[in-house]
């Protein structure tokens, strides 16, 4: 389009005497062919319309005039002024095919994302950019991914829009593997961002099971909410809150320090490392917002249905979130995924080697069996027992524990 704006407006025509007005038709044709080119066959129907408009000028009496006058060399002044009207009406039939090709994208859908986007207030007051992903085959889904440039950096919206690749693909293979272990069970999963892990998710507990995720940043739920929508899943909750070991508001930097949104690196300011000498903390977050929090033990119907798998990606709160949950893991004892470590085990040397002594953090976990299995995209998987022969033939190679089982 901008390139016919300028040809239309800087090209100036050298006109005989005894130029016609047929030439003048035949140039303003060539013209709307030119902008009426486009990949998508809607646009190649708008092609009368735009000839139609494109005509407009030839039929304009004072056009008439300017062109007569330009054709027998009137004087430099009225020549001048010719090419003013020109240029005003040129960009007056530009304006009117901008407006014929936005009517088309209203009515057609736009011709560089496929099939036609959703209804803008289901997905986020137009705030998505959709990618279907088709690694499930006949089960594809859509993902909203966020709008801006600032926004397209980040490593997992660019690993679907550059990459064309699933972000933390190893992971979601664990629980598509998994998934008779979570057939009809209860889910969670803590930091939605815009719900790539929901699909996924979904599929694993079936028909009988739910999911239900959380997420505390308002723009980041409105992603999710929108995922959910265009692919129509049913057994998912989503609920705008963080999960913590208390029911109390907390604080949560969702802005960075230059001002932009931290969007999926949105974390609990208490939670944020300090680093140097306690200044990094601050100079990391430049907003906070006070958010509302819950208990997993409180909100959950823990004691009705199984837990099958708790999945936390909640930026260093992982543990607290466990704390929270203690009723719920001591009852169910499910898979634990964490971004965050969550047992920490030393291994005797010597003498003592053979011998595991854990940590003070998560030592009430080690009590009850768990034992990390696999780390995979950063995130470790934690559970009560080994993985059998069977499953260890269809995980991915990042669970090291499958070679000593």
């Known amino acids: 389009m901008c390139l016919s704006v300028s040809v239309c407006v800087t090209r100036q025509p050298r006109y005989r005497k005894n130029a016609t007005i ?64 020109r240029k005003e009406v040129c960009l007056t039939v530009i304006r009117g095919m901008r407006m014929i090709n936005l009517l088309l994208i209203a009515v057609y859908g736009s011709p560089y994302a496929g099939p036609k986007e959703p209804d803008r ?12 992903s088709e690694l499930d085959g006949p089960s594809a889904t859509w993902l909203c991914l966020p709008t801006g440039v600032e926004l397209h950096n980040q490593p997992a919206v660019k690993m679907y829009l550059r990459k064309h690749s699933e972000w933390e693909h190893d992971s979601k293979s664990i629980v598509r593997h998994l998934s008779p272990m979570l057939r009809d069970s209860l889910v969670v999963t803590a930091g939605l961002y815009f719900g790539d892990w929901l699909p996924v998710l979904s599929r694993a507990v079936g028909s009988a099971g739910h999911v239900y995720g959380f997420e505390p940043v308002g723009r980041n739920m409105l992603l999710a909410n929108a995922t959910l929508i265009r692919n129509g899943f049913t057994n998912v909750r989503a609920v705008r809150a963080c999960v913590s070991n208390t029911s109390a508001p907390l604080e949560m930097c969702t802005v960075g320090k230059q001002g932009k949104p931290r969007a999926g690196g949105a974390a609990i300011y208490s939670s944020m490392p300090n680093g140097k000498r306690g ?45 929270g949950a203690r009723a719920v893991i001591s009852k ?32 009430w976990l080690y009590e009850l069996g768990y034992r990390q299995r696999c780390f995979c995209d950063d995130m470790h998987w934690y559970t009560t027992r080994a993985w059998s022969a069977t499953e260890c033939l269809r995980l991915p190679a990042c669970c090291k524990s499958c070679r000593h089982a």
Request: include cysteine.
């Open 279 to 323: 200044k990094l903390r601050g100079k990391q977050c430049g907003g906070v917002e006070v958010v509302p929090c819950h208990r997993l033990d409180d909100v959950l119907p823990w004691a009705s249905q199984r837990v099958g798998l708790l999945h936390l990606d909640v930026e260093r709160h992982e543990s607290e979130v466990v704390d």
């Open 121 to 132: 207030t289901a997905s986020g007051l137009g705030l998505c950019h959709w990618v279907r």
């Open 22 to 85: 047929k030439e003048g038709i035949i140039s303003s044709l060539s013209l709307s062919t030119h902008i009426a080119r486009g990949k998508h066959p809607a646009f190649r129907l708008s092609t009368p319309l735009l000839v139609f408009v494109s005509l407009i000028p030839l039929l304009i009496p004072d056009a008439h005039r300017a062109v007569a006058s330009e054709a027998k060399g009137a004087h430099e002044r009225q020549a001048r002024q010719t090419r003013e009207r």
């Open 332 to 363: 169910w004892t499910p898979i634990l995924a964490s971004e965050g470590l969550l047992l920490q085990v030393r291994r005797g040397q010597g003498e003592q080697a053979g011998q595991e002594t854990p940590s003070t953090r998560g030592r």
